[in-house]
């Protein structure tokens, strides 16, 4: 399911902001405060993440532990090195796409019918992994989101 224009401009605009802050650098964010910031759900977080990944818009690296990103913006050096005649070409990102491995290439020992068969029970094998990640990663940020409202909770609870 795409994400509409609107949410995705809202993604693009709030890393735009956060990398102008840290001055094109790399930086370090929560994901508890890309949802703050944003007014979006944690899922709707996730896929517009993946997608300016994909789109090759925004790098994003594992942060300091998993309630953590770090993440740049790849267009600005992508633009940036089209603006400077005879720059070299960057070359392959850094970070780390969503999807951390491709399926191997099923070797063709036989017949092609056992081949396409692994090939398929690879896919769908993968699929379910991806969809176990995606779980897991959901409930990491749900914690994450819950540990610092109780944080507010109790830095309000011992003021008093």
């Keep these: 399911m795409a994400l509409r224009d609107k949410t995705n401009q809202r993604f693009k605009e709030f890393f735009e902001k956060q990398s102008k802050r840290n001055d094109g650098k790399e930086f370090e964010i929560s994901f508890s405060e890309i949802q703050r910031e944003t007014g979006a759900a944690s899922s709707t977080m996730k896929r517009a993440i993946e997608a300016l990944t994909e789109e090759g818009w925004l790098g994003v690296k594992p ?8 993440f740049k913006l790849l267009q600005v050096e992508a633009e940036t090195a089209e603006a400077l005649p005879g720059a070299p070409e960057p070359s392959a990102p ?13 070797s063709d020992s036989g ?29 990491e940020m749900t914690i994450a989101l819950l540990q610092d409202r109780m944080a507010e909770i109790e830095d309000k609870l011992y003021k008093r």
């Design 111 to 139: 017949s092609g019918f056992s081949a396409l068969a692994s090939e398929s029970r690879i896919q769908e094998l993968e699929h379910l992994i991806d969809g176990l990640r995606r779980r897991l990663r959901a409930q």
């Design 94 to 106: 850094m970070y780390e796409s969503t999807r951390d491995f491709s399926p191997a290439p099923a």
């Design 63 to 70: 942060g300091r532990n998993t309630r953590y990103g770090l």
